[in-house]
């Protein structure tokens, strides 16, 4: 027996976790629809990262040689991927897991 198809609204529902659940306190930032409209700012006043998430940045900025631009648009993907994998902060794994995209990004590009 196939599995039941999903419907638009659960689908949109697993996108973004319950308020208050995020490592963005989205109430805060009522203007703020998604990840990719935080600014820096608001990055630096909401996301704290691990000291091994810290070192993994650090490494990876000065291996791929990344722009403050790359930095913050990692950041927000990662911050994405713990949403949906349903953490309420960004794990290394996260982080990974976007440096690997931007890395064929570049490669395709």
């Keep these: 027996?196939?599995?039941p198809a999903l419907s638009t609204g659960s689908v949109g529902?697993?996108?973004?976790?319950p308020e208050g659940r995020s490592s963005v306190?989205?109430?805060s930032l009522k203007q703020i629809a998604c990840n990719a409209d935080l600014r820096p700012a608001e990055l630096r006043d909401f996301i704290q990262l691990a000291d091994t998430c810290r070192a993994l940045m650090r490494s990876a900025m000065n291996?791929?040689?990344l722009s403050a631009r790359a930095y913050h648009r990692i950041l927000k993907l990662s911050l994405t991927i713990a949403d949906l994998a349903?953490?309420?902060h960004i794990q290394p794994a996260h982080l990974a897991e976007a440096l690997q995209y931007r890395s064929r990004m570049m490669e395709s590009g």
């Design 86 to 88: 349903g953490s309420e």
């Design 63 to 65: 291996q791929l040689q």
């Design 1 to 3: 027996m196939p599995a």
């Design 13 to 17: 529902a697993k996108q973004y976790p």
């Design 25 to 27: 306190n989205r109430a």
